[in-house]
């Protein structure tokens, strides 16, 4: 405090605090001489106040007992549980027991995914789509399973409205009422997805005959006209020629991913059929030609990458003309794919997915010379019935003004139009009607917005394929101020009846031919050989013949450029559901990227343009940008993903993303490539592409491309197969022990001890890589049955996703797996290993693909027990691998300990977390969660349980029965959701089981068995129907 | 660990209590019940006279046919029969009761407005009741409601019915007394102290000996293995006492309804599974819905059994509860129909299961043929229900660890019994054996 000149110090040094002590006579220096403050502080005026103080109702110490008793009352409080109130029905429902699931069949027809569905619902709220048994061949893709959580979208339209307002449907219909009699004598186009719905096209009819100058126009945001205006042209009626693969032994396919999204997709189950192999048995064998890498190419047993206007040639040299023109190597495998199908006979079959009609017209002519056994003209789809001839007249006729009136149902034409001056015309409409399930970019700019119900809260019926019929029940009451298109024809119509009325007199006068209407209700599906009057509003022949001629008829027409192939993806679809984080989140099968679409481009191209993708430090992928221009139109800004096996001279790019209207902004990914969809072809010619600048950041879950010639996935040849011993082509990894070669099973060469698992059930997972098509299916029913969280994609860019199920993609470095092999083997020295592994990193041009669900292995021997600090996972009898979550104190030891990388750890709190506003951020979102399985709470490790929720429950059924469980009652929601049956579940002690057989087969191989993990999951070796190598 | 006794003290001091309470209080219903049925009975006899039935035939005719829809002072499904013969004519019961609905037919404007009258609910008709048989019935709608007599019995009775606030009240008195003897001594004690000290007396100060204490405080090695043992021993209690948090054993919630299992189960001796029926094929046992209790409840409107004065729980209390029920499931009594206005209940859950923990009553119940009183305690002794069992995972364990399997008649276990049995060398199989104690069965 004083100068250090009083102080005993041998310094002389003088310290001064402030340069005022540097004056002489500072008076502030000396007031602080004195005092502690320059001014007095005024505690006399407080203090000193006596009365004021005693008047004060607080005093100091009445303050300290408050804050004492608060605290203590708050941290008592805390010891408290809270009170749960539980609120049971008043007069409870007789089908609803409280904890029991029940399960309603039903069926959707969103105008993209047509198929027959099993709704499990719990407390009368549905929680899973399920596969319908009694659908024998049907197909339940991704798409469909995760509609669920579309049900409970909080971003739906929940009541109808008129300029914007909210109004009861007694004034929309009043309004409706009173604008149609305006608009008598002026052209309305009542624009509709295509329903395949007998009921549906029969109301339509009425209501088009009440006011006969609506006209009733089908359009498919993605379109199968061309291949439909074949149909009609050759059979008559209009329809999509239907294709059984399992009668076929030579497929070759023309741009035509039978196994995505080909004119309605669900071929794989008879397509598998064909494509697994037993000994002595025939094995189909599938060329493949094609610009993108899809799933058909990925399973192909030959796969020619050749952009869209040498898929036409190759047509016509398969059809009957020559070879010409085509470079050599393509060349030499249609010769090939030709004598081939020509020894088949009626065992060949050609598909193409070319958007013209002649090359429609040509597959259906040649399958139908041939007899094609596989192709079903009889009993055509009825999936894609749109016209774009009439469609193109409709976008020009509102653009024009000539068409004064448009209803539109189920579709988002000003989304998905590729016309931009659509949007204006459309807000100049005398009438606009939009039936929406949200307010999409048509909904927002429409003068009357019909709210429409979820498929599972709405009655309904489907005829995806002739002779084939669906029933759609409600499953919850709509959740929403919401009415069925339907519902509103026959109000407007003046029909007293309600919709499922109409239905159901429907259904028993003309469908059911005698058939009980409960039992078909019941059932979900119905096969009958009614002929029903042909309702479907079907284009005029001459109007196909100026499609024909008017349409882009190939490619070529636009020479220069690259050629693009629009495509949808597997999770996508047309992007109906866009606003769906299940949906979003899921990985591509090929790309493994989710969040997003891009521009898939082959290396060389990517290279010539300057485009590139790179990992970064944390391994996340970074891609170029590139502006895409067709015809006029460009895309600014699309990533660029660089897509082994992608044609050269060829790009690609997914639909149905960039949607902004009523989608959570989140899930605002992608861009547009509707815009570019001119007359609605899936090829585009002439299209630019510039490098853009900036960096796209990817959410790609897969860093590594390649095996590498690691023993990963097993693959053979038919050939070898079939000639060889299993321990050639599935070897057992050997262990060396006392110098002598062991196999890595023997009991010799294990540290532990075996536990005996003879007794009592003991579960293994089995997966065919054979008939695995990387679908994904499964991927979704893991995350509906096990609460599974979205992460979203700065996450996922961070490999923080939760997938306890995930495919695996694997490219050959090499021309195939073997020769990647060979390259391996061949390595010596350090030079070469230095350079060729490198080289191994990468994959080929024209790889061969092969897919790999891997989940928790379940080992017997597990390598992340051993390494558990607290226990929490540990084995159980049955051969799970359990996992407590309450118990995990999160060290994550186990995860670095797994050598299969399947465990998943909770960075985050992602349920109640505004952080993550996906599904569990909110009370709609969260009605989907399965009850059975806990959520799992931030900082505890997750991973696949081997649907322990399931066998349990199979379990108890039959002990409560009093009964012996039956092979194949077992099941995960994994095995349940694989339709061409790729994954087999089941009791390996019972003897008689399918999976005791899977043990047992050749092909059985483990995962990393050389780890000596002896795993409860198992793999069959993939075989392919290749003669070489 | 001994904290347990120390964690059921309450529980069995409450237990102690409650009983001793129900000692009393069931002598005091027994008494009541016995004047009521001597009032009841005094009344018939009255009715007799007047008439030529038999009431007491007809009390019992009465309760076999008629008592499911009828009742004598109030409206049921059927109108109210008190005196039922001043109504109508004789000869016209006679007919109305063998077949109505063939007066109603026939177009008997009495019978087609009384048919009118109660929501055309139709009479079952009773053809073999003989016309004496009737009379006896008319003869029994005479008896008079039977006024309220509680308060002179419990005066005269007042040696046994009040006893435990008669105790209370010595209990207290006698406490005053020793509180008062406490003082006095103190007060005395001071006065000597004082006259002596007035007086000059000296008495002798204590030689300052090294007290206890101090001689404590200087042994550095008492004093350390005090330390030590009262450090364990907090910790010991604060252990089993940061155990409990969580812990609900004992949670006992004031729910909207008072509704008494010790009535239902108890005293009515209801099968719990005939409310909580999906106890058997779920894994909640579940809240019956209300409909449920409107099974019973649309003919019981009002309590009449025992009551619990020292309580509060009445006869009118209980009744009070019903007429909830009532207005909760939308019942309108006099209509004696629904009015569609519902007001769910919220009951405050007393079992509360962490979310992480899988548990599934079928299994328990169905599969294994628990009694539900072995996880729940005595539930049909309980007024009020409480949580019984302490839930935690230590309590599930035990009994898994204990009891045996019963895998008779049962064919899933018989392959897996016989193999286990080989296995261990046992006849008998706990769960524990069969794999009940692994982690993932309870937690998913």
């Known amino acids: 405090m004083n100068n250090t000149s009083d102080n005993h110090m041998a310094s002389n040094k003088k310290y001064w605090k402030s340069v005022e002590e540097l004056k002489e006579n500072s008076p502030i220096v000396e007031t602080l001489k004195q005092n502690e403050f320059v001014e007095e502080i005024p505690t006399d005026d407080f203090l000193g106040d006596k009365e004021t103080l005693e008047a004060s109702s607080t005093t100091r110490r009445d303050f300290l007992k408050y804050v004492g008793f608060t605290t203590a009352a708050a941290s008592l409080a805390a010891c408290e549980g809270p009170v749960i109130k539980s609120i049971p029905y008043v007069v409870a429902p007789d089908e609803i027991i409280p904890g029991v699931a029940n399960y309603y069949a039903s069926s959707i027809g969103d105008g993209f995914d047509f198929a027959n569905v099993l709704v499990k619902t719990r407390e009368g709220r549905p929680i899973k789509i399920e596969h319908n048994d009694l659908d024998h061949g049907g197909e339940v893709n991704a798409r469909v399973q995760a509609s669920v ?88 009626s209009r329809g999509l020629a239907d294709y059984d693969f399992s009668k076929a032994e030579v497929i070759v396919s023309v741009g035509a991913d039978f196994l995505g999204d080909w004119q309605g997709g669900g071929y794989s189950v008879g397509y598998i059929k064909n494509r697994v192999p037993k000994k002595g048995k025939k094995m189909s064998r599938h060329f493949q030609f094609e610009a993108n890498m899809t799933l058909s190419g990925a399973n192909a047993d030959v796969r020619v990458p050749v952009k869209p206007s040498d898929q036409v040639k190759i047509l016509k040299a398969l059809t009957g003309g020559s070879v010409s023109g085509l470079p050599d190597n393509v060349a030499e495998a249609v010769r090939k794919a030709k004598s081939e199908l020509d020894a088949a006979g009626t065992n060949g079959v050609i598909v193409t997915g070319i958007p013209t009609v002649e090359a429609q017209t040509a597959v259906l002519e040649y399958n139908d010379i041939k007899g094609s056994a596989a192709m079903d003209t009889a009993k055509p789809r009825l999936t894609s019935m749109g016209n774009t001839a009439e469609v193109t007249a409709v976008m020009n ?42 307010e999409d970019a048509t909904a927002s700019r429409a003068k009357m917005v019909a709210a429409l119900p979820h498929y599972l809260e709405s009655w309904g019926d489907i005829q995806p394929k002739k002779g084939s019929f669906g029933l759609t029940q409600p499953t919850i009451r709509p959740l929403f101020n919401t009415r069925q298109f339907q519902e509103c024809l026959l109000k407007w119509t003046e029909n007293s009846k309600t919709y499922y009325e109409y239905l159901r007199e429907n259904w028993e006068n003309n469908i059911l031919a005698g058939g009980a209407w409960s039992q078909a209700l019941q059932d979900g599906v119905y096969e009958s050989d009614v002929v029903l009057e042909e309702l479907e509003t079907t284009p005029a022949l001459n109007a196909l013949e100026s499609a024909t001629s008017a349409g882009a008829l190939l490619p070529n027409t636009q020479d220069g450029g690259m050629e693009l192939t629009l495509y949808t993806k597997t999770s996508m679809g047309d992007g109906q559901q866009a606003n769906n984080p299940w949906l979003q989140e899921m990985p591509d099968p090929l790309t493994r990227a989710s969040w997003d679409n891009y521009l898939t481009i082959s290396a060389s191209d990517a290279s010539s343009l300057g485009l590139e993708n790179y990992n970064v430090a944390n391994g996340a992928l970074n891609g170029s940008y590139a502006n895409v221009s067709v015809g006029g139109v460009t895309i600014e800004n699309v990533p660029v993903i660089i897509q082994p096996g992608q044609a050269q001279g060829s790009v690609g790019l997914a639909l149905g993303y960039g949607k902004t209207d009523a989608i959570q902004k989140e899930m605002q990914t992608g861009v547009n490539a509707y815009t570019l969809y001119n007359n609605f072809s899936s090829v585009q010619t002439g299209v630019s592409i510039s490098k853009a600048s900036g960096i796209h950041e990817f959410a790609c879950v897969q860093l590594q491309n390649t095996m590498m010639g690691r023993d990963i996935i097993r693959e053979t040849t038919l050939e070898i197969f079939n000639t060889k011993d299993a321990e050639h082509w599935n070897p057992m990894p050997m262990v060396s022990k006392d110098h002598q070669e062991i196999p890595v099973t023997s009991p010799d060469a294990d540290l532990w001890d075996s536990f005996d698992r003879s007794l009592g059930h003991h579960f293994n997972l089995s997966i065919d890589l054979n008939a695995c098509t990387g679908c994904g299916a499964c991927v979704i029913a893991c995350h509906a049955e096990n609460n599974v969280p979205v992460v979203g994609k700065e996450e996922m860019r961070k490999s923080r996703n939760m997938h306890w199920l995930r495919i695996d993609r694997y490219y050959s470095s090499q021309e195939s797996f073997a020769h990647d092999f060979e390259k391996k083997d061949n390595i010596s020295g350090l030079g070469s290993s230095l350079s060729e592994f490198a080289e191994l990193e990468q994959a080929s041009e024209n790889p061969q693909v092969a897919f790999m669900p891997v989940m928790c292995q379940h080992c017997n021997h597990a390598p992340c027990e051993t390494v558990c600090p607290v226990a929490a996972t540990s084995h159980g009898r049955q051969g799970q691998n359990h996992m407590a979550y309450n118990r995990c104190v999160g060290t994550r030891y186990c995860a670095n300990n797994c050598p299969y990388k399947v465990r998943r750890f909770n960075w985050f709190l992602y349920a109640e977390n505004d952080e993550f506003d996906y599904n569990m951020n909110n009370d709609l979102g969260r009605m989907v969660l399965n009850p059975d399985v806990v959520v799992r709470s931030r900082g505890v490790m997750e991973k696949c349980s ?50 005791y057989k899977k043990t047992k087969d050749d092909r059985m191989y483990h995962l990393l068995e050389a780890v000596g993990t002896k795993p409860n999951v198992m793999y069959q070796t993939q075989v392919r129907n290749t003669k070489e190598s | 660990m001994i904290m347990v006794k120390f964690r059921n003290l309450p529980s069995q001091l409450s237990l102690l209590l409650l009983a001793m309470v129900l000692t009393f209080s069931t002598t005091t219903y027994a008494q009541e019940e016995a004047a009521e049925a001597a009032t009841e009975e005094a009344a018939t006899d009255t009715a007799a006279a007047d008439l030529g039935g038999d009431p007491v035939a007809g009390k019992t005719l009465f309760n076999a046919n008629c008592a499911a829809c009828h009742k004598l002072y109030d409206k049921a499904v059927g109108p109210a029969l008190f005196g039922v013969g001043d109504k109508y004519e004789k000869e016209w019961l006679y007919s109305w009761i063998r077949n109505s609905q063939e007066m109603v037919k026939a177009g008997d404007p009495v019978a087609v407005k009384l048919f009118e009258e109660n929501n055309q609910s139709v009479m079952t008709a009773f053809p073999a009741l003989s016309d004496a048989d009737i009379d006896n019935i008319i003869a ?32 207290a008195a006698l406490a005053m007394v020793f509180l008062l003897l406490v003082v006095m001594l103190m007060l005395v004690s001071k006065t000597l102290r004082r006259i002596a000290e007035a007086n000059g007396v000296e008495y002798e100060e204590k030689e300052a000996k090294p007290s206890l204490w101090k001689a404590f405080v200087q042994n550095q090695f008492l004093v350390f293995v005090t330390a030590v043992f009262l450090l364990l021993a907090s910790g010991y209690f604060a252990y089993g006492w940061m155990m409990q948090v969580g812990m609900d054993q004992g949670y006992a919630p004031i729910q909207p309804i008072h509704y008494s299992h010790k009535i239902h189960a108890g005293d009515n001796q209801i099968d719990c599974n005939f409310c909580h029926s999906s106890a058997r094929r779920s894994k909640t046992s579940g809240i019956p819905s209300l409909n449920v209790c409107m099974n019973c409840h649309k003919n019981i409107s009002e309590y009449n059994g025992e009551e619990d004065l020292a309580n509060g729980y009445t006869k009118d209390f209980y009744t009070g509860e019903i007429k909830k029920l009532y207005e909760a499931v939308g019942w309108d009594e006099n209509t004696q129909s629904y009015t569609g206005e519902e007001k769910p209940v919220k009951w ?92 993932g069965k309870c937690h998913y």
């Open chain 2, 140 to 171: 029994y709608t005479y008896t008079e409601k039977p006024t309220p007599v509680i308060t002179t019995t419990t005066t005269g009775e007042a040696g046994g019915g009040d006893n435990t606030a008669t105790n209370n009240i010595i209990l």
């Open chain 1, 149 to 236: 959580l579309s049900l409970y979208d909080k971003n739906r339209l929940m009541y109808p409205t008129v300029g914007g307002e909210e109004v009861s449907w007694e004034d929309f219909d009043a309004g409706v009422v009173a604008t149609m009699s305006q608009m008598t004598g002026k052209d309305v186009v009542l624009l509709t997805q295509t329903f395949a719905s007998p009921t549906t096209a029969k109301l339509i009819q009425e209501f088009t005959t009440q006011y006969p100058n609506v006209r009733h126009v089908v359009y498919d945001t993605v379109s199968s006209s061309e291949a439909a205006d074949a149909y009609q042209t050759k059979y008559g």
């Open chain 1, 946 to 995: 081997m649907c322990i929720q399931m066998t349990q429950k199979t379990i108890l059924d039959a002990k409560r029965d009093g009964r012996a469980i039956k092979d194949g009652e077992f099941k995960t929601a994994c095995s349940s959701a694989c339709s061409t049956g790729a994954i087999a579940f089941g009791d390996v002690n019972d003897h008689d089981s399918e999976i």
């Open chain 1, 397 to 438: 006729g509102v653009i024009s003004g000539s068409v004064k009136g448009l209803i539109t149902v189920g579709v988002d034409p000003v989304y998905s139009f590729p016309n931009a001056s659509f949007a204006d015309a459309y807000q100049n409409l005398e009438m606009s009607i939009a039936f929406s399930m949200r």
């Open chain 2, 348 to 439: 405050v859950r007393i079992h509360n299961l962490p979310d992480f923990a899988y548990f599934n009553h079928s299994q328990h119940v169905s599969v294994a043929g628990v009694e539900c009183q072995t996880c729940h305690g005595p539930v049909e002794e309980m007024e009020v229900m409480y949580q019984f069992s302490p839930l935690t995972m230590g309590w599930c364990i035990n009994c898994h660890r204990e009891t045996n399997v019963d895998l008779k008649n049962n064919e899933y276990y018989q392959k897996v019994h016989e193999e286990l049995s080989k296995k261990y060398g046992v006849d008998k199989l706990t769960i524990a054996q069969m794999g009940g104690l692994e982690c």
